[in-house]
């Protein structure tokens, strides 16, 4: 039986949401699966993951094949590398607690840059919004000037045109 790893699609039409899974290669894509994993948002910015690292590591280790897509999300997540990790372990190379230092400082700077990411979004975001509402300010502060432009140009006819007609009723 060839298992693979792979997404499950759920949401509405042009609103996808996935969930990662671990199926048998020759079942449906929304079939019947053996374990979900995690899932995966692609409509957030940045994507938003949510992947059990520890059991996806077992299944790779079991001889799980992840779809390209899998493959990706899972290597954004950490699980090849600890797989990796967990490889030098068995041959000797070095000891499980200093994978796992070597793992923990990997998602630490993974988290450090997602975090930046996110904080320049939101700065970016408050820039945008500000220049938007300085526009609008310039946009009604135009359109005033404008119009009391119009009030005084409208009210200096009304002027003459009484200075006018007031002068041939005193003669």
Not at 17 to 40: P, Q, T, W
């Amino acid at each position: 039986m060839a298992v693979k790893i792979r997404l499950q699609r759920h949401g509405r039409k042009g609103r996808p949401f996935y969930h990662v899974v671990v199926a048998d290669s020759r079942v449906k894509r929304d079939g019947k699966v053996i374990e979900r994993l995690g899932s995966y948002n692609p409509i957030t910015n940045p994507a938003t993951i949510e992947l059990d690292v520890d059991k996806a590591v077992e299944w790779l280790q079991k001889g799980a094949q992840p779809t390209n897509t899998a493959r990706t999300i899972l290597s954004h997540q950490g699980a090849l590398l600890k797989k990796h990790l967990l490889g030098g372990v068995a041959k000797g190379a070095f000891d499980e607690a200093e994978a796992e230092k070597r793992f923990t400082a990997w998602v630490e700077e993974k988290e450090g840059k997602i975090n930046a990411k996110k904080e320049n979004l939101t700065k970016a975001q408050e820039e945008e919004r500000k220049a938007k509402l300085e526009a609008e300010r310039k946009i009604a502060e135009a359109r005033l000037a404008e119009a009391a432009a119009e009030e005084t140009e409208a009210e200096e006819p009304q002027t003459e045109e009484e200075a006018t007609e007031e002068t041939p009723s005193e003669e």
